[in-house]
């Protein structure tokens, strides 16, 4: 496509009344193609909506421009019916990178899942989980007993590790949150920043006894008794935001939220 060429569109909505409706009149005013034939992929929705969409085609290289009908829409743009070709042309690109997910269950099956937010591990009982920490194949924690912990990307900073009292990550700075989630024992251990090129596992101490889930993203994987963490620099992303609605800025506004 030149830069004369309006970019053919391909459109992902959600189930929503908002969503489906957006779409019909999308789809009115600038038309569809199918998927290999599309230069950008549209999404409507919420943030679900959007992670679902970055995972079913990141392989593909399609970038992909989010119209928020949702309720928070983080990584989206407003909703509007108007200038949309214009506003592609002039939005800013952002790639984002997901973790790769390597979870051996309690019979020794491997499973691996992709994660653009984050990698989370919680407990499945009463119990509180008891996790070994290592990183680059160095023992960091031998025994962290809490609810769970999660390893957040830069662009999933700001969703679950949030909540989770993790730190905000600019996306510049190449770097993951490793954020405990209810810790017990060490309390006052709050968490790491850590490289992003590191690999982080995380072994389960009595996994039978304390029954432990990982969850990539949607993609849960129960029982486990170890899982490896690590980001793939292959597998990118490119996202698509107005020029007053960038992501870096809105990761930068959300550190001085009070």
Known sequence: MSDKENPKLTFIAADTQEAQQALRLLQEKYGEVDEDKADIAVVLGGDGTMLEAIHSLYET?????GMNCGSVGFLLNPHRLENLIDRIKDAHKVDIF????????????????????????????RQAAKL???VDNIERIPELVCDGILLATPAG???YNLSAHGPIIPLSANVLAL??????RPRRWRGALLPHHLRVKIDVLSPEKRPVSATAD???IRDIQSVEIRQSDANGCTLLFDPDHNLEER???EQFVA
């Open 157 to 159: 900073s700001t969703a």
């Open 251 to 253: 990761i930068l506004k």
């Open 61 to 65: 290289g399609l970038p992909i421009y």
């Open 98 to 125: 997901p973790l790769h997910m390597t979870a051996i269950d309690q019979q020794g099956n491997k499973h691996e899942a992709m994660a653009f937010n984050e990698v989370s591990l919680l407990r499945e009982t």
């Open 179 to 184: 954020t405990p989630i209810s810790a017990f």
């Open 218 to 220: 949607s993609t849960e």
């Open 132 to 134: 070994k920490i290592s």
